[in-house]
């Protein structure tokens, strides 16, 4: 199933529970509404979903994605009270993941394994897991450091569980492991911003608009100056 914006604009939000071999690419959300997209993805592992060139603002939560087999590039959740909710996801791939002014960027609950996050340095996010005590540690390793995250009451979401963002260019593993079980086994590469045609810096066009207003006084003055020289 190939799903685009022609056919995302006759509805408010989107939901697809199960559906093999799904595409949506080239969507732009902007109603608001309570979930912006939830994807649950139930799919064998011959089957992937595909997700490219999202766009989703003024939502409660911008995108819910659960199951496995999900390959997702260029996606945006902008002016939202929460933008990512990944749960229970295993075996998938998010590349150019972006979040503007958005009170909880990335929201994510175990278990998931084998998956791959590659957002923008600064980006907080949060990690859940319900049976977690305080003595279970968040391990994150990348080739220059390697620590534990302790876990702590999160205001954000009203509950315990870790929180953390990295501020350098880096690929960084991150574990959750209690009672010998992996409950967390994920991929986090952290880089510069992107850039987006639909990612609109805040005030850039009025930056331009009085650049140009202030160089056409300055032109007026100096003809009016010459002007008078004569």
């Known amino acids: 199933m190939a799903f685009t914006q022609v056919n995302a604009s006759q509805y408010g939000q989107l939901i697809f529970v199960s559906c093999n071999n799904l595409t949506l690419s080239n969507i732009h959300i902007t109603d608001p509404s309570s979930i912006g997209i939830q ?10 979903i595909y997700l490219s060139n999202v766009v989703v603002e003024n939502q409660k939560l911008g ?3 659960t199951g496995r087999n999900i390959i997702g590039d260029n996606l945006n959740i902008k002016n939202s009270s929460a933008g990512f909710y990944f749960e229970h996801i295993y075996h998938s791939k ?11 960027p990335l929201y994510i609950t175990t278990p998931i394994n084998d998956v791959t996050f590659q957002i923008e340095r ?8 319900d049976m977690a005590l305080y003595g279970d540690k968040l391990h994150v390793e990348s080739l220059d ?8 009451y999160i205001p954000e979401l009203g509950m315990r569980g870790y929180a953390t963002q990295f501020n350098d260019n ?5 574990s959750l ?9 994920f991929t986090i590469i952290s880089g510069s911003p992107y850039t987006n045609p639909d990612r609109e810096i805040p005030g850039y066009h009025l930056f331009w608009l009085w650049s140009i207003i202030l160089i056409s006084f300055l032109v007026l003055i100096e003809f009016r100056r010459k002007l008078y020289q004569k």
């Open 122 to 129: 600064f980006t907080k996010f949060y990690l859940v897991d």
């Open 177 to 185: 492991i209690w009672s010998y079980e992996v409950r967390a086994n």
């Open 39 to 48: 994807l649950y993805s139930l799919s064998i592992e011959q089957q992937t």
């Open 170 to 174: 880096n690929i960084y593993q991150l």
């Open 94 to 104: 998010f590349t150019k993941i972006m979040i503007d002014n958005t009170y909880i």
């Open 145 to 152: 450091t390697s620590y534990n995250v302790s876990m702590s």
């Open 63 to 65: 995108m819910y994605i």
